[in-house]
T-cell receptor, first 113, second 114 residues
Protein backbone atom coordinates (compact mmCIF):
# COMPACT_ATOMS: atom_id res chain seq x y z
CA UNK A 1 0.00 0.00 0.00
CA UNK A 2 0.88 3.68 -0.08
CA UNK A 3 3.37 5.15 2.40
CA UNK A 4 3.63 8.90 2.93
CA UNK A 5 6.58 10.43 4.77
CA UNK A 6 6.35 14.04 5.98
CA UNK A 7 9.12 16.37 7.20
CA UNK A 8 9.77 18.17 9.42
CA UNK A 9 7.58 17.10 12.31
CA UNK A 10 7.85 20.56 13.89
CA UNK A 11 8.71 23.89 12.33
CA UNK A 12 9.07 27.32 13.92
CA UNK A 13 9.33 30.46 11.79
CA UNK A 14 9.28 34.17 12.44
CA UNK A 15 6.19 36.02 11.31
CA UNK A 16 6.68 37.14 7.72
CA UNK A 17 9.11 34.37 6.85
CA UNK A 18 8.33 31.45 4.56
CA UNK A 19 7.61 27.89 5.64
CA UNK A 20 8.15 24.74 3.60
CA UNK A 21 6.86 21.27 4.42
CA UNK A 22 7.92 18.27 2.34
CA UNK A 23 6.31 14.90 1.69
CA UNK A 24 7.32 11.82 -0.23
CA UNK A 25 5.07 8.98 -1.37
CA UNK A 26 5.75 5.44 -2.49
CA UNK A 27 2.94 4.40 -4.83
CA UNK A 28 3.48 5.58 -8.40
CA UNK A 29 -0.27 5.13 -9.02
CA UNK A 30 -1.09 7.98 -6.62
CA UNK A 31 -2.32 11.01 -8.51
CA UNK A 32 -4.12 13.21 -5.97
CA UNK A 33 -2.23 15.10 -3.25
CA UNK A 34 -4.21 17.23 -0.79
CA UNK A 35 -2.94 19.28 2.14
CA UNK A 36 -4.99 19.69 5.30
CA UNK A 37 -4.68 22.22 8.09
CA UNK A 38 -5.78 21.31 11.60
CA UNK A 39 -6.04 24.07 14.14
CA UNK A 40 -5.91 23.17 17.81
CA UNK A 41 -9.01 21.26 18.87
CA UNK A 42 -10.58 21.37 15.41
CA UNK A 43 -11.09 19.07 12.47
CA UNK A 44 -8.67 18.87 9.52
CA UNK A 45 -9.70 21.11 6.63
CA UNK A 46 -8.48 21.08 3.05
CA UNK A 47 -6.35 24.11 2.17
CA UNK A 48 -4.99 23.16 -1.24
CA UNK A 49 -4.61 20.11 -3.43
CA UNK A 50 -2.80 19.14 -6.60
CA UNK A 51 -3.25 16.45 -9.19
CA UNK A 52 -0.50 14.72 -11.08
CA UNK A 53 -1.22 16.49 -14.35
CA UNK A 54 0.20 19.77 -12.97
CA UNK A 55 3.50 20.61 -11.32
CA UNK A 56 2.50 23.62 -9.24
CA UNK A 57 -0.61 25.27 -7.87
CA UNK A 58 -0.98 28.55 -5.98
CA UNK A 59 -3.68 30.09 -3.84
CA UNK A 60 -2.69 33.46 -2.44
CA UNK A 61 0.10 32.81 0.10
CA UNK A 62 -0.03 29.05 -0.27
CA UNK A 63 1.53 26.97 -3.04
CA UNK A 64 2.08 23.30 -3.63
CA UNK A 65 4.65 21.73 -5.95
CA UNK A 66 4.75 18.18 -7.23
CA UNK A 67 7.64 16.19 -8.66
CA UNK A 68 6.18 12.93 -9.95
CA UNK A 69 9.52 11.53 -11.02
CA UNK A 70 10.98 11.90 -7.54
CA UNK A 71 7.62 11.15 -5.87
CA UNK A 72 7.64 14.17 -3.65
CA UNK A 73 5.44 17.19 -3.12
CA UNK A 74 5.81 20.27 -0.96
CA UNK A 75 3.70 22.95 0.68
CA UNK A 76 5.02 26.51 0.64
CA UNK A 77 3.55 29.24 2.82
CA UNK A 78 4.86 32.75 2.23
CA UNK A 79 4.57 35.80 4.49
CA UNK A 80 3.53 33.63 7.41
CA UNK A 81 1.10 35.01 9.97
CA UNK A 82 0.29 33.85 13.52
CA UNK A 83 -3.00 32.37 12.27
CA UNK A 84 -0.99 29.99 10.10
CA UNK A 85 0.07 28.20 13.31
CA UNK A 86 -1.48 24.71 13.13
CA UNK A 87 -0.71 21.10 12.28
CA UNK A 88 -0.45 20.46 8.54
CA UNK A 89 -1.00 17.04 6.98
CA UNK A 90 -0.11 15.93 3.49
CA UNK A 91 -1.90 12.99 1.90
CA UNK A 92 -1.85 10.90 -1.25
CA UNK A 93 -4.41 8.77 -3.04
CA UNK A 94 -5.15 7.19 -6.37
CA UNK A 95 -8.29 8.42 -8.11
CA UNK A 96 -8.25 5.29 -10.22
CA UNK A 97 -8.56 2.98 -7.27
CA UNK A 98 -10.18 3.06 -3.88
CA UNK A 99 -9.72 6.82 -3.26
CA UNK A 100 -8.14 5.78 0.01
CA UNK A 101 -6.25 8.75 1.46
CA UNK A 102 -2.95 7.95 3.17
CA UNK A 103 -1.75 10.75 5.44
CA UNK A 104 1.66 11.83 6.55
CA UNK A 105 2.26 12.13 10.29
CA UNK A 106 1.83 15.88 10.32
CA UNK A 107 3.94 19.01 10.82
CA UNK A 108 3.30 21.35 13.72
CA UNK A 109 3.96 24.86 12.43
CA UNK A 110 4.48 27.65 14.93
CA UNK A 111 4.64 31.23 13.66
CA UNK A 112 6.36 33.47 16.19
CA UNK A 113 5.07 37.07 16.24
CA UNK B 1 -25.40 23.46 5.48
CA UNK B 2 -23.15 20.74 4.07
CA UNK B 3 -21.60 18.84 6.92
CA UNK B 4 -20.36 15.64 8.49
CA UNK B 5 -21.76 15.10 11.98
CA UNK B 6 -20.28 12.78 14.58
CA UNK B 7 -21.74 11.85 17.93
CA UNK B 8 -20.81 11.88 20.69
CA UNK B 9 -18.04 14.51 20.81
CA UNK B 10 -16.61 13.13 24.03
CA UNK B 11 -16.97 9.68 25.55
CA UNK B 12 -15.46 8.00 28.58
CA UNK B 13 -16.18 4.31 28.89
CA UNK B 14 -14.92 1.19 30.62
CA UNK B 15 -13.02 -1.70 29.13
CA UNK B 16 -15.29 -4.21 27.43
CA UNK B 17 -18.44 -2.10 27.23
CA UNK B 18 -19.68 -2.01 23.64
CA UNK B 19 -20.06 1.42 22.11
CA UNK B 20 -21.03 3.02 18.82
CA UNK B 21 -19.88 6.34 17.40
CA UNK B 22 -22.26 7.65 14.78
CA UNK B 23 -21.35 9.53 11.61
CA UNK B 24 -23.77 11.14 9.21
CA UNK B 25 -23.24 13.28 6.09
CA UNK B 26 -25.75 15.28 4.07
CA UNK B 27 -23.70 15.76 0.88
CA UNK B 28 -24.71 12.53 -0.89
CA UNK B 29 -21.08 11.37 -0.77
CA UNK B 30 -20.33 7.82 -1.83
CA UNK B 31 -17.07 7.48 0.08
CA UNK B 32 -16.88 7.49 3.87
CA UNK B 33 -14.06 6.56 6.20
CA UNK B 34 -12.95 6.51 9.81
CA UNK B 35 -9.57 7.66 11.12
CA UNK B 36 -7.95 7.70 14.49
CA UNK B 37 -5.50 10.43 15.42
CA UNK B 38 -2.79 9.79 17.98
CA UNK B 39 0.14 12.07 18.91
CA UNK B 40 3.08 11.57 16.59
CA UNK B 41 1.21 9.06 14.41
CA UNK B 42 -0.97 11.37 12.34
CA UNK B 43 -4.26 10.18 10.89
CA UNK B 44 -4.54 6.45 10.41
CA UNK B 45 -7.44 4.94 8.50
CA UNK B 46 -9.52 2.33 10.33
CA UNK B 47 -12.19 1.38 7.77
CA UNK B 48 -13.62 2.87 4.64
CA UNK B 49 -16.70 2.44 2.49
CA UNK B 50 -17.00 3.16 -1.21
CA UNK B 51 -20.78 2.93 -1.20
CA UNK B 52 -23.76 1.30 0.50
CA UNK B 53 -22.98 -2.24 1.69
CA UNK B 54 -19.35 -1.92 0.52
CA UNK B 55 -16.78 -1.65 3.31
CA UNK B 56 -13.10 -2.48 3.57
CA UNK B 57 -10.30 -2.45 6.11
CA UNK B 58 -7.91 0.44 6.38
CA UNK B 59 -4.53 0.38 8.05
CA UNK B 60 -5.63 -0.23 11.67
CA UNK B 61 -8.94 -2.18 11.64
CA UNK B 62 -8.35 -4.50 14.62
CA UNK B 63 -10.96 -4.07 17.35
CA UNK B 64 -13.38 -2.08 15.18
CA UNK B 65 -16.43 -2.81 13.06
CA UNK B 66 -18.41 -0.65 10.66
CA UNK B 67 -21.59 -0.87 8.64
CA UNK B 68 -22.99 1.07 5.69
CA UNK B 69 -26.69 0.31 5.40
CA UNK B 70 -27.57 3.80 4.19
CA UNK B 71 -25.55 6.20 2.09
CA UNK B 72 -25.54 8.97 4.68
CA UNK B 73 -24.56 6.95 7.78
CA UNK B 74 -21.34 5.13 8.65
CA UNK B 75 -21.23 4.12 12.33
CA UNK B 76 -18.05 2.91 14.03
CA UNK B 77 -18.56 0.06 16.48
CA UNK B 78 -16.20 -1.01 19.25
CA UNK B 79 -17.49 -4.38 20.44
CA UNK B 80 -15.10 -4.68 23.39
CA UNK B 81 -13.14 -1.44 23.83
CA UNK B 82 -9.67 -1.58 25.35
CA UNK B 83 -7.45 1.22 26.72
CA UNK B 84 -5.29 1.20 23.57
CA UNK B 85 -8.34 2.44 21.67
CA UNK B 86 -8.26 5.69 23.61
CA UNK B 87 -7.86 8.21 20.81
CA UNK B 88 -9.38 11.04 18.80
CA UNK B 89 -11.60 9.68 16.06
CA UNK B 90 -12.62 11.42 12.85
CA UNK B 91 -15.18 10.43 10.28
CA UNK B 92 -14.73 11.79 6.74
CA UNK B 93 -16.70 11.70 3.51
CA UNK B 94 -16.15 12.59 -0.13
CA UNK B 95 -17.38 11.94 -3.63
CA UNK B 96 -15.55 9.11 -5.35
CA UNK B 97 -15.24 10.76 -8.71
CA UNK B 98 -12.11 12.11 -10.30
CA UNK B 99 -11.65 15.75 -9.54
CA UNK B 100 -14.32 15.80 -6.83
CA UNK B 101 -12.83 13.86 -3.96
CA UNK B 102 -12.10 16.53 -1.36
CA UNK B 103 -12.55 14.86 2.03
CA UNK B 104 -14.78 16.60 4.59
CA UNK B 105 -14.19 15.72 8.23
CA UNK B 106 -16.56 15.52 11.16
CA UNK B 107 -15.86 17.42 14.39
CA UNK B 108 -14.11 14.49 16.00
CA UNK B 109 -14.90 12.18 18.92
CA UNK B 110 -12.51 12.01 21.83
CA UNK B 111 -12.77 8.53 23.32
CA UNK B 112 -11.23 7.49 26.62
CA UNK B 113 -11.33 3.82 27.64
CA UNK B 114 -10.47 3.16 31.28
Amino acid sequence: GENVEQHPSTLSVQEGDSAVIKCTYSDSASNYFPWYKQELGKRPQLIIDIRSNVGEKKDQRIAVTLNKTAKHFSLHITETQPEDSAVYFCAASSEAGSYQLTFGKGTKLSVIP
Amino acid sequence: EAQVTQNPRYLITVTGKKLTVTCSQNMNHEYMSWYRQDPGLGLRQIYYSMNVEVTDKGDVPEGYKVSRKEKRNFPLILESPSPNQTSLYFCASSFSAQGRNEAFFGQGTRLTVV
